[in-house]
């Protein structure tokens, strides 16, 4: 008999890529996001599938649990929305850990293109017949310095474009990369000299707010600053402070702190309840898509592959590649991991 999987916070284009590659799953596709109440529709299922804006902390680990759910395959890669001290022992957690740099890469630039030359002002205008270039002049990006807050696979990606446009490139991160020719600075000296600041680091208690009013205030006047990582690593309302005062020249949001409620939703129409958000979206000199940096059709191609992947070694009882735990995704703590010696993390 095929095991059962509820897919929660789906949209017609995850049926559209999971059904094209599913064989051995049935597969429920509910619109709800996950979350403790939502939790229960998982009843009489085998796992559960979620995404980047469902809520499982705990509580919903918790409900998941009793209701004998044993894994949850994340289709993302990030997975700060999870609560893997609490699923540690009882739920195993298997994710998509790379499907395509290139998506998130190719995105942060054409964020970065589009506020920099204001291409979206220009599209309005001309379809106006409005040609004038007034209030349009951009920077060029050649020789200028783009700090990068974290090297892993979509920042390398990010900075391999950036290269390509002759950009002078440094970059941060705790865990630096090994035989690189990459200019590691301190967080500090990104931050004082950098010209462009391009977040590509996780979500977690360090990175928090890592754009902040301190932060802010060590840059230089008019940086650009771009977000495709996690809302939250940016404290939107010292950034909204910042770009009235004119310290920040434009930024590019593909993430939103308080994103859950609204991306992903066609919610013209209806009163938007987040005046930060709103104040954001109404400035001319803020980008914000809603969390589209991955979607393209490599991307989803390869969610899709990978996640029902996961879901067979989970079920043929085999080691998880890309199992997850509060273990091993800590340095300090890799080595307790069983994950390290071929093993699944608990
Ligand atoms: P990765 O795990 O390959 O790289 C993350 C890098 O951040 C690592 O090199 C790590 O050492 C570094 N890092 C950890 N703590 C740091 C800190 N305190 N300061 C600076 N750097 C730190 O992850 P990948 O695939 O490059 O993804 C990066 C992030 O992009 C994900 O965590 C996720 O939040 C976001 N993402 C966004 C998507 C979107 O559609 N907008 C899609 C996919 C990922």
Not at 99 to 110: G, R
Not at 233 to 257: F, H, I, P, T
Request: hydrophobic letters at 40%; one cysteine or more.
């Amino acid at each position: 008999m095929k095991k059962k999987i509820a897919f929660f916070d789906t949209k017609p284009y995850d049926k559209l890529w999971f059904d094209k590659f599913n064989e051995n799953y049935e597969i429920t596709y509910f619109e709800n996001k996950l979350n403790k109440n939502t939790a229960k529709l998982a009843s009489g299922f085998d796992g559960v599938c979620a995404f980047v804006n469902d809520e499982i902390g705990k509580e919903t680990i918790d409900v998941l649990y009793e209701e004998g759910i044993k894994v949850i395959a994340m289709r993302s890669a990030g997975y700060n929305n999870v609560d893997v001290k609490a699923a540690y022992g009882k739920i195993h957690i298997v994710r998509v850990p790379e499907y395509s740099p290139y998506a998130v890469a190719e995105h942060a630039m054409a964020l970065l293109l589009t506020l920099n030359r204001k291409i979206h002002k220009a599209y309005i205008r001309t379809r106006d017949f409005n040609f004038s270039l007034s209030g349009l002049m951009g920077i060029d990006l050649h020789d200028k310095t783009i700090g990068v807050i974290g090297t892993g696979k979509i920042g390398m990606t990010f900075i391999d474009i950036c290269k390509g446009f002759k950009m002078n490139v440094i970059a941060y991160d705790p865990y630096p990369r090994q035989n690189t020719d990459i200019n590691y600075v301190t967080l500090e000296e990104l931050f004082k000299t950098s010209d462009i600041i391009s977040l590509h680091c996780p979500l977690t208690e360090e990175t928090k707010h890592i754009i902040n009013k301190d932060s802010l205030a060590l840059m230089k006047d008019g940086v650009f600053i771009i977000n495709t990582s996690r809302g939250a690593l940016v404290d939107s309302d010292a950034l909204l402070n910042a770009l009235n005062n004119g310290k920040v020249r434009g930024a590019g949001l593909d993430v939103y702190e308080e994103e859950s409620e609204f991306f992903f939703e066609d919610l013209s129409g209806t009163n938007i309840k987040d005046d930060i958000l709103s104040l954001l979206v109404s400035r001319p000199n803020v980008i914000i898509t809603s969390h589209q940096a991955f979607f393209t059709e490599e991307a989803l191609n390869a969610i899709a592959k990978v996640t029902l992947n996961n879901l067979d070694d989970f079920y043929a009882d085999k080691f998880l590649s890309n199992e997850i735990c509060y273990r091993c995704e800590k340095v300090k703590d890799k080595q307790k991991c069983l994950r390290e010696r071929n093993s699944r993390c608990f």
